[in-house]
């Protein structure tokens, strides 16, 4: 049986692993902890002693007891497993790979499998793309295969974006092209700017990379122009890594005249954006005129030696892929790149991976080209409308309610007015996934905000919600 010391310990050290409690950070005291725990004073002072043995904390004279830096605790102290670090961004990342129950799954970042294309479709493309195998025994082309790029010119050109084929390439994903991008453009040490909030998975890559990673404030309208100004003169970005429509995590999409702005500070600051369009698909333009992107104002046939205007127009790298609406494993993206970098990126990709499978390009492509396709993202667009608006009531019932320019697309961002990542520990102990708002802050802050998947925040969890709420 664990004595009650031991449980001091535990939840001391747990606090400090789910980055609670930071480096060189004053926790409790003795007497305000023992009360906190409904513990003896002499308890909680053991639990202490035993933890400056170890490294974990030390004493400061007439001051109390502070967080060791991580040097000191990583000797001493064994780490959580992959699997138990709830406040961790590779612990939400890693439930990607697990099979959560979606009413459980209010922080998931998937739809659910009953919303995604067909089976019967997929294997009907399935089909068609192996009709034929002569291509397998190659490596194939090396900016992907030629009638998906074609079809994805197609459809860029419905929404206002002007690009070709010979300016693609297709990768294993958007986080592959992001990390292409990076990896072409900086070098270890480089600053690059991202949303504040983002999706977490961006930070944790960038740091992976060596990269500085710098938050720009992210607004209904677009972002925050003046700090966005600022942090250019500053830091001297070379990227700038955004969603223009339906940005994950808060679903706003920018405005034009913020959008003309941005591009115009990178231009006067030689620094590129790369645009991440993943919830492309999710935007319904039936009720709504079309949504301006970066890449709308961006020309991808042309040279850079047409002017300063042209110049301006080949500063976006945009990114789109099909993993949101087909499946989680359809590792497919697609990218538009600017003319003078278009042999870096794709000499970055050769160098991480070659080429991506043409089997699974081909499938894709006649995904794209079956009729069902169009029928499935009208039939999506309209799921998700009715999940959103069903949501809002359902928090209202709460008093929460999302901002008001946040659009019907798979996530929601709401503030529920107490720090989430101990709400996201209270709802991990009783088997719920949640996405607390520290995560996707590249200064981890801790928020008062979670993203709620839209088509899996169930009524159980809202329930559970309100309760913890009311504690």
């Excluded at 690009?163 to 958007?174: E, I, Q």
């Excluded at 591009?263 to 009720?287: G, K, P, T």
Aim: glycine content about 8%.
């Amino acid at each position: 049986m664990t004595s009650k010391t031991q449980l001091v310990k535990r939840y001391i050290t747990d606090k400090i692993h789910w980055q609670i409690y930071h480096a060189n950070e004053r926790i409790p005291s003795v007497r305000g902890l023992a009360s906190q725990l409904e513990v003896s004073p002499y308890t909680v002072s053991q639990a202490y002693d035993e933890l400056v043995a170890q490294g974990v904390i030390y004493a400061k004279v007439g001051a109390g007891y502070f967080v060791s830096p991580p040097q000191a605790t990583s000797a001493a102290v064994a780490l959580p497993s992959f699997g138990d670090n709830v406040l961790d961004p590779s612990w939400l990342l890693s439930h990607l790979f697990n099979d959560v129950p979606k009413q459980r799954a209010s922080g998931s970042g998937l739809l659910p499998k009953d919303w995604l294309m067909p089976e019967a479709r997929l294997r009907l493309a399935s089909k068609k793309a192996t009709k034929s195998l002569d291509y397998v025994y190659g490596y194939g082309q090396l900016q992907g295969y030629q009638g998906l790029r074609e079809q994805f010119a197609r459809q860029l050109a419905d929404i206002g974006i002007h690009a070709h084929a010979s300016t693609m390439l297709t990768t294993a994903g958007v986080s592959a092209g992001i990390e292409m991008i990076v990896r072409s453009m900086c070098q270890a040490g480089d600053s690059v700017l991202i949303d504040d909030p983002s999706w977490f998975w961006i930070i944790g890559c960038l740091q992976n990379l060596g990269m500085n990673v710098i938050g720009v404030k992210r607004t209904p309208e677009g972002v925050d122009l003046a700090q966005l100004e600022s942090l250019l003169e500053t830091y001297r970005p070379k990227l700038y890594i955004t969603n223009s429509v339906l940005h994950n995590p808060t679903s706003y999409s920018i405005t034009p005249p913020n959008a003309v702005a941005v591009l115009s500070l990178m231009q006067a600051h030689d620094c590129y954006i790369v645009e991440d369009d993943i919830y492309r698909d999710f935007y319904d333009a039936s009720h709504n005129r079309q949504q301006l992107r970066y890449a709308t104002l961006c020309g991808f046939n042309g040279s850079e030696t047409q002017g300063s205007h042209q110049q301006v127009h080949q500063r976006v790298f945009y990114l789109g892929g099909v993993s949101k609406v087909l499946g989680g494993n359809w590792r497919v993206g697609l990218m538009c790149c600017p003319e003078r970098h278009l042999e870096a990126v794709l000499r970055q990709k050769m160098l991480i991976n070659m080429t991506c499978p043409e089997i699974t390009e081909r499938i894709i492509c006649h995904v794209w080209q079956d009729p069902a396709y169009a029928r499935h993202i009208s039939s999506l667009q309209q799921r998700i409308a009715k999940a959103h608006h069903r949501l809002i009531k359902q928090l209202d019932k709460l008093g929460l309610a999302p901002h008001p320019q946040s659009q019907p697309s798979l996530f929601m961002w709401v503030d529920v007015g107490v720090n989430t990542a101990d709400l996201a520990l209270a709802a991990h102990q009783e088997g719920w996934l949640v996405a607390p708002s520290h995560l996707f802050s590249p200064t981890g802050t801790h928020g008062t905000y979670i993203r709620l998947n839209v088509p899996t925040t169930s009524d159980k969890f809202l329930e559970w919600l309100g309760d913890y709420l009311g504690r």
